[in-house]
């Protein structure tokens, strides 16, 4: 079983349209939740983190952590197509160094 | 933060030969990384590369596979031998850039990548 699975789309959605990402995990020692945007080719950029369980919003973006669940996800509102972009998911344990588990991915289309 | 500077950003190759992929950074980093991206695979971890020894690998990954190089703070290269057509994939270099007085996980900044295709 991979430590991190996310579904790799592709996932297409109209300008405006909410989007929600998700990714599941087996490892519950998970402290730090993150998501990161990749641009065609560009190397992927850290867009928020999340500590433990709860949500955390960023301007359009908003990061949801289920511990009970391993589940993790991302929301977008009003998606623009300036977000299309994979978007991958990554995660850590608390002071571990830098051992990061990453999702395969999800490829975003915001069609205008 | 950090810019990454990457070269070369794709190469075509044929099966049997090496090739050696360079990684600078605008600042002085202690720990830099190499991952692997396969098309419908997870970012991997090949290495971890620290100045003045050797290379850290991570399981499934072998020193005489991958050799790389770390000779100052800010530059490091991944070699690829002996190519076969399964190491087709982007090989991308990392640094952390970890504010020690800041609580969290550290964050990635990655360079643009080597889209490397074997023949």
């Known amino acids: 079983q991979k430590e991190v699975e996310q579904d790799p789309g592709p996932l297409s959605v109209p300008e405006g349209a909410i989007v929600s990402l998700n990714c599941t995990y087996s490892n519950s020692a998970f402290q730090y939740f993150m998501w990161y945007r990749q641009y065609s080719r560009k190397g992927p950029e850290l867009l928020m983190y999340?500590?433990?369980?709860g949500n955390k919003e960023d301007g359009r973006f908003t990061a949801q952590v289920d511990k009970s669940s391993k589940y993790i996800s991302l929301f977008i509102r009003d998606s623009h197509p300036s977000d299309s972009a994979t978007y991958l998911c990554a995660m850590t344990y608390a002071n571990t160094g830098n051992q990061f588990y990453f999702g395969t991915g999800t490829s975003l289309t915001v069609i205008p | 933060s950090a810019v990454i500077s990457q070269k070369p950003s794709r190469d075509i190759c044929q099966r049997g030969t090496s090739l050696t992929i360079q990684c600078q950074v605008d600042?002085?980093?202690?720990?830099m990384f190499w991952y692997r991206q396969q098309p419908g695979q997870s970012l991997t971890l090949i290495a971890t590369a620290n100045q003045g020894s050797e290379a850290t690998y991570e399981s499934g990954f072998v020193i005489d596979k991958f050799p790389i190089s770390r000779p100052n703070l800010t530059f490091s290269t991944l070699t690829v031998s002996n190519m076969s057509p399964e190491d087709s994939s982007i090989y991308l270099c990392?640094?952390?850039?970890?504010?020690?007085?800041?609580f969290g996980p550290g964050e990635l900044f990655f360079g643009e990548g080597s889209r490397l295709t074997v023949l």
């Open positions: 600042s002085q980093v202690t720990m």
């Open positions: 990392s640094v952390d850039v970890r504010d020690r007085d800041k």
């Open positions: 999340t500590y433990s369980s």
